[in-house]
Each structure stands twice: as C-alpha cells, then as structure tokens.
C-alpha cells in the first residue's frame, strides 16, 4: 500500500535491523492499527475518518463547519494521516512520541493527534475564506 513504505523508512531509521523492522511492521499493521486500514477496500481508513468526521462535529464545531463550508472533506488529509501513522505530517521526534503512543494507548492516539492538530490550527481556520 502507498503508505507503508512511510512506516516501513520509519522504523528502518529508527531501528537499524531489517529483520527487527520486518517484525515491527508486521506488528504495527496486524496488531496496532485497526483492521483492513491496509486492504484493497481501505475500509478502515475510510471508517475511521468518518469517525473523525463525527468526533469533530461534536468536540471541535467550528472546525468541523470550516470545514464544511469550504468544502474540505476529511479524507482530504486524515487518511493520509492516519495511513502514514503522521509519518509524513510532523517532525521526526514528535511522530516517534505519537508512535510510543500508539504502540502503548492503540489506534485511539490517531484520533488524539488529529483532534490536536485540528486544534491547534483552529484560529487560523476561522480567518479562511478558501481552500487550496
């Protein structure tokens, strides 16, 4: 899948063995993320950032209707997010924390991170009139 390469280059800098990151890979994928994230259909993915769809209208509404009103679906970034496990989103040492995270707390930290980032840009989404 597009998007495990991204892990796989991850763990291979962080790690070092190939056989070691085989191993995490695996595990990351079967047993860390959710179900079918990485299957023909994308099920997963497609659930989860519907999930997030729904986390924003209820935690983060004028996000959520920012959102909405430029047009922005959720799939515009939080598979790609949620895919590459923030690999290709935040610097080195802080996707290394969210992947300690994940590792330790499961899928649930994808949603954290996102709520998070989402957040944290919220001011600046409420001047925006577009987007590109």
């Not at 899948?1 to 085989?22: H, I, K, P, R, Y």
């Not at 959710?34 to 729904?54: A, H, Q």
């Amino acid at each position: 899948c597009q998007s495990m390469n991204n892990l796989a280059g991850l763990l291979l800098l962080a790690v070092g063995d190939e056989e070691e990151v085989f191993w995490l890979l695996v595990a990351l994928v079967e047993r860390v993320l959710p179900d079918c994230y990485y299957s023909d259909e994308l099920t997963g993915v497609t659930t989860d950032v519907e999930v997030l769809d729904s986390l924003l209208e209820h935690h983060l509404r004028t996000v959520y209707d920012k959102l909405k009103e430029t047009e922005v679906p959720a799939t515009a970034y939080a598979a790609r997010w949620f895919m590459c496990a923030y690999v290709n989103v935040l610097s080195g040492r802080s996707v290394m924390r969210v992947w300690d995270c994940l590792f330790f707390d499961g899928p649930v930290v994808l949603f954290r991170i996102a709520l998070a980032l989402l957040k944290a840009v919220e001011g600046e989404l409420g001047q925006v009139t577009e987007m590109d």
